[in-house]
């Protein structure tokens, strides 16, 4: 402290700093040879309590090792309590006796926990705002779960919850009774926050805060007024991760939607913390009211935060709806596109590892994943089809515009057909590729349906038919609509497919020569060893899952009715349905591809044996132009299998094949049956 730079004073040795050359030639000398252990125990033993608090961490050190056997522990925690008894308010403040009584609690019994919260609880409320002391409450909370143990906590708690709750610390404390505690104790706490002077004025606490306002009519403005100043508390200390904080706002924002200057302003209070409200559902349902009534400059703001965390937040069971909503109401387009739907965009699969750097499951495109996801596919369905019933009965009231306010400009279905025409490659692509597993799937296969109404791709139909018969989806070529704008790409590409061109020329030319060597060697082993049997490995048996064929998968038949059902209407009125993104030229019918595929590969013996495919079947006669089915059908090969069907599915097939069946025929195949019999 006595050293000053520009002073030309030497001193003694010592000091810590010493001027040797009385100029910028500064040297520090080391302190005296001290101790530094010395010094700290000095230091320490100045305080209160030193040699308690030294002899409680003995025995702690002493208790928590795991050499130490149940005996020694259960007859060494009612020492360390004994010592702490009288002194535990004060010792739960340290940050090492702290964790001794956390100790206890954890792992001590029903009556020296009865001690510790007996000692607690005069002081619980002003414990549970310091950063030490809190842990130890909610060890308490957690671990005494005897009603009239809560109840006495609660007691303790009680006309101190809002400063409580109100507190960084504190908040902690609140989160854990109102998620633990039962209705009875946590109706009177929760009541607290909707003002002492409001709630003094009824006969019993209130459940929420409608219900407040509707029993005092007088006082609305006033208690409006009082939770705006506590919603403003819960904002500036930062508490908008809690659960009980967004269940208070959420009611508050429930009774303001009405009032337009009151929602501006909280908004404007909440908008910069938009990320933090999708920590809980209800802070989600309160992200949507807020996405759609802010300002356009506020949705900026909104998606900027949301850059980076897109995918992540999509697939979450919680904040998925924010986005969907955000996207929903959004003008601008191709900020959309570029911050966060171009996260979809990508078709490489994504490999996932484990701690130890195992591969987790089968490595698959971000859309696919989006697709298969029960929450993260909805997204794809609102874009697809706007309309469409996708959502749950309390998600449905979020989505519903107020006919009093105009939210936006644009028609909603232009604004996805924009999006739509975005992603309209990846999605045929991943939709072609990966067709055989989102059909199993109960959430892609609703993709897969919408996207055949939305955009009715032949490649799609033709291996939606290949799939149902058992062959393999033929995989289309990936091509951005994005790249092909751009010349430089466009000649990019064609080196690129040069120089895979001469790569698989090498490859064959290479394939082929160790083809014939691989021939000459045989034929000389053979010719040497024509009798030679040699031992095969014994190959260990694996468990393998049954899986049912696709015509018999029950999210296959869903899907399968779905589209022949959408087939039949396209005939009926065809007037009805957006073909402004269908491929160029006549129409592909489903009904025909997959007739003519049944009928070349001999796939229809197979299917008449099963329940659901013949229901599919029955569906697929009453399109028109499946006329190649039944005249397969009415062979007597196939009358008679399903005449002795044990199904329905058969049984009502073979009614539907008479009933479509000319008359002449009908009676000649009968014919046939009663002389066969």
Same mark, same amino acid.
């Given at each position: ?28 000398? @080391? ?128 006309? *101190? ?48 805060? *409608? ?161 298969? *996801? ?176 696709? *015509? ?109 069946? @000319? ?15």
């Amino acid at each position: 402290n006595n050293y000053k730079p520009n002073s030309n004073n030497t001193y003694d040795n010592k000091s810590k700093i010493i001027n040797e050359d009385k100029g910028d030639n500064i040297k520090k000398r @080391p302190i005296d040879s001290i101790d530094k252990n010395e010094l700290k125990k000095k230091r320490k033993s100045k305080k209160s309590n030193y040699t308690l608090v030294e002899d409680l961490k003995s025995l702690w050190n002493k208790v928590r090792n795991k050499k130490t056997t149940v005996s020694e522990r259960e007859s060494t925690i009612p020492q360390i309590l004994s010592k702490l008894k009288g002194n535990l308010a004060t010792l739960s403040l340290r940050h090492d006796v702290a964790r001794v009584i956390q100790y206890i609690i954890q792992y001590g019994n029903d009556s020296q926990r009865k001690v510790i919260l007996s000692e607690l609880l005069p002081k619980f409320s002003e414990i549970a705002k310091t950063p030490y002391g809190h842990f130890s409450c909610i060890k308490l909370i957690n671990y005494c779960n005897d009603f009239i143990e809560q109840s006495k906590v609660c007691h303790s708690v009680k006309s *101190h919850l809002v400063s409580i709750g109100t507190n960084v610390i504190g908040a902690r404390i609140v989160e854990l009774l109102l998620a633990n505690y039962p209705n009875k104790l946590k109706k009177s706490l929760k009541s607290e926050f909707y003002g002492h002077k409001f709630t003094v004025l009824l006969p019993e606490a209130c459940n929420n805060l *409608h219900n407040l306002m509707t029993a005092l009519p007088n006082k609305e403005s006033a208690i409006l007024d009082h939770m705006r100043d506590l919603t403003q508390r819960f904002v500036e200390k930062g508490l908008l991760v809690f659960k009980y904080v967004h269940s208070l706002i959420w009611e508050y924002l429930c009774e303001i939607t009405n009032k337009p200057k009151k929602l501006n302003d909280f908004i404007e209070m909440t908008i910069e913390n938009f990320t933090k409200l999708l920590s809980t559902k209800i802070g989600s349902k309160v992200a949507c009211v807020v996405t759609t009534y802010c300002q356009p400059k506020d949705r900026k703001k909104i998606i900027k935060s949301l850059k980076g965390s897109f995918t992540e937040t999509l697939l979450s069971t919680i904040s998925y709806l924010p986005i969907i909503r955000l996207i929903d109401v959004t003008d601008d387009t191709v900020n959309i596109q570029k911050t966060l739907l171009s996260s979809l965009r990508s078709v490489t699969p994504i490999i996932k590892y484990s701690a130890t750097g195992e591969v987790i499951g089968v490595p698959e495109p971000i859309l696919t994943t989006v697709s298969k *996801h029960k929450y993260g596919s909805k997204l794809l369905l609102r874009l697809l089809d706007p309309n469409a019933n996708i959502f749950e009965p309390d998600e449905v009231k979020l989505f519903a515009n107020p006919p009093d306010i105009k939210i936006y400009k644009k028609d909603p279905l232009a604004r996805s057909k924009e999006h739509l025409i975005y992603l309209k490659s990846p999605l045929l692509y991943i939709s072609n590729k990966y067709l055989l597993e989102l059909i199993r799937c109960p959430q892609g296969n609703r993709v897969i349906e919408y996207l055949v109404k939305r955009f009715y791709s032949r490649d799609l139909i033709a291996n939606i038919a290949r799939v149902f018969v058992g062959l393999e989806p033929i995989e289309p070529e990936y091509v951005d609509n994005e790249q092909l704008d751009d010349p430089d790409v466009e000649n990019e590409v064609e080196v690129d497919e040069q120089e895979n061109d001469d790569n698989d020329i090498r490859d064959d030319d290479i394939q082929n020569e160790t083809n014939n060597t691989v021939d000459e060697t045989n034929n000389t082993i053979n010719y040497w060893d024509e009798d030679v049997n040699e031992e095969e490995p014994a190959v260990e048996e694996e468990e393998v899952t049954v899986i049912l064929p696709i *015509h018999e998968d029950m999210n296959a038949h869903r899907l399968l009715k779905a589209l022949l059902k959408f087939e039949l209407t396209l005939t009926t009125s065809p007037d009805d349905f957006d073909r402004s993104l269908w491929d160029d030229g006549p129409v592909t019918s489903l009904a025909t591809v997959l007739s003519n595929q049944l009928t070349t590969n001999d796939n229809l013996t197979l299917w008449i044996s099963s329940n659901r495919a013949c229901l599919i079947l029955c569906d697929l006669i009453k399109v028109s132009s499946a006329a190649a089915i039944i005249s397969n059908l009415s062979d007597d090969k196939h009358l008679s299998i399903l005449k002795s069907s044990e199904h329905k599915g058969g049984q009502l097939l073979y009614e539907t094949i008479l009933a479509h069946k @000319p008359k002449s025929k009908i009676t000649n195949s009968a014919k046939k049956v009663k002389k066969s019999k």
